[in-house]
Structure formats: C-alpha cells, structure tokens
C-alpha cells in the first residue's frame, strides 16, 4: 500500500469532496467536474464525507454522490460514514460503487457485521476514530479491519485547524493495527502541517479545503507529498 522510492515514503492524497459540497450549496455537477480535475491532477483516491444530521449535525449527501463520482472518475471512492447506525445504510453505498469504506464504531451496534459485509463484497473495510476518542476502540477489530481513519478535528465539518495533539494518535493506532493497514490522517491538512502529519506515521493524507479552494489543485497535491 505504501510505497517506498529510493528511500522516501511515497504518501497518498485523498481530496476532500466536501470542500466543493460546501462551496456550491450542495451542487452535484460541480462536485463531479471537481473530481475530475483532481483526477487529472494526479489525486490518489476521492474522499467522500457522508453526514446524516444525526451522528454529526450537518447533513450531507447519500449514495447518490457516489453513483455520481463512479460513473464520472476511476479514482476509488473512500466513503466517510459520519452516519448513526451504518449498517442500516452500508449496503447502498457498496451497490453504489464504494472502494472503501470508512465508519465510526462508536455509531455502530454491530461493527462486526458492518466490516464482514465490507470484506465479503470485496470494499476495503474501515474504521474511524474521532478527535476525542481513545485509540482503543479498535482493538476488538484490529484483525478484520483494512484502514483506519484518524480525526484530526471534530468530525462534521471542514475547513477547521489541525490539532496536533491529536496527531500522537496515529502512532499508537500504528502500534495497534500493525504496518500493513493504511493509516488516513482526516482533518485541517494542509500544506504547511502535511510534514508533520507524515512523521506522525500518515499513509494517506484527507484535504479538504487545502485542494479544492487552491486555484492550482495539481500544485497542491503534489505540495501535500512532502
Ligand atoms: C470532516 C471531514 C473531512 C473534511 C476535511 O468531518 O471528515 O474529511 O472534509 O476537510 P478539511 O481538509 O477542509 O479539513
Ligand atoms: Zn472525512
């Protein structure tokens, strides 16, 4: 998953399209002319942040956006749940072209039901920890999961700071999930933290408002591979 060239860690970036969501009021073809510029930009996957007004306040969009974004780019799709109860709405989002799909354990009874039928339709199966939540809750799951996402702001919003306090938690997720699961840094990344956040031990790095309100989105994917 993570790629070494001559030494140096190649880092992964997942735009955000939430930033343009935000920007456009909720502006589908917007969205997906996005995508296809960062696409082109040489992004390495296309986060999608899913809110339901529940789990988080604000509300987002459901798999529509996804059956949007797969018909449009061949970037995976790395589905953000911020959702009460995931599992009621998991199977839309893999009927709608999910690569991968990240859910909060703590909105979830049946977090183990969730990451089998991730596995078993062949979705890469992830696991979020939000800003104010202990590492610890991924220990149950620690053999099944495939990615672990990392908040480093309060999950429900873009465009917020990076809390580095926060970014010690990435190592301790490390040490928990073991090397060969891609760890996704998710919150505030922008150029001028992007090398702290590789040092804490990020794989990927989410960004949101870094890349979408850029007006060179290649320079700044290219800036955030530190
Ligand atoms: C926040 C979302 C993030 C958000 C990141 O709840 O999970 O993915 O889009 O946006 P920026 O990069 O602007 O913080
Ligand atoms: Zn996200």
Request: proline share 4%; charged share 20%.
């Amino acid at each position: 998953m993570v790629c070494y060239h001559a030494g140096m860690k190649h880092v992964m970036v997942a735009p955000s399209i939430l930033a343009v969501w935000d920007r456009t009021n909720g502006d589908y073809a917007a969205c997906v002319t996005a995508a296809q510029a960062v696409e082109k930009a040489g992004a390495d996957w296309l986060h999608v942040d899913v809110m339901d007004g529940q789990y988080v306040p604000a509300k987002t969009f459901g798999p529509e956006m996804v059956e949007k974004l797969k018909g449009a780019v061949k970037l995976p799709l790395d589905i953000h749940l911020m959702v009460n109860a995931p599992e009621r709405v998991i199977a839309d989002y893999i009927a709608a072209g999910a690569d991968r799909v990240v859910f909060h354990p703590s909105a979830s009874d049946d977090v183990g039901g969730c990451l089998q039928k991730l596995v078993e339709t062949g979705v890469v199966a992830g696991l979020a920890i939000d800003a104010d939540e202990n590492v610890l809750l991924l220990a149950p799951w620690v053999d099944v999961v495939q990615q672990v996402l990392v908040m480093t702001v309060k999950a429900g919003a873009g465009g917020q700071g990076l809390r580095d306090d926060l970014l010690a938690k990435v190592a301790g997720v490390r040490a928990l999930v073991g090397k060969d699961v891609p760890l996704v840094v998710d919150g505030g990344v922008k150029v001028d933290n992007a090398a702290r956040v590789v040092s804490a031990g990020a794989d990927v790095l989410v960004a949101g408002s870094a890349v979408f309100n850029a007006p060179d989105v290649g320079a700044v994917i290219g800036q955030l591979r530190v």
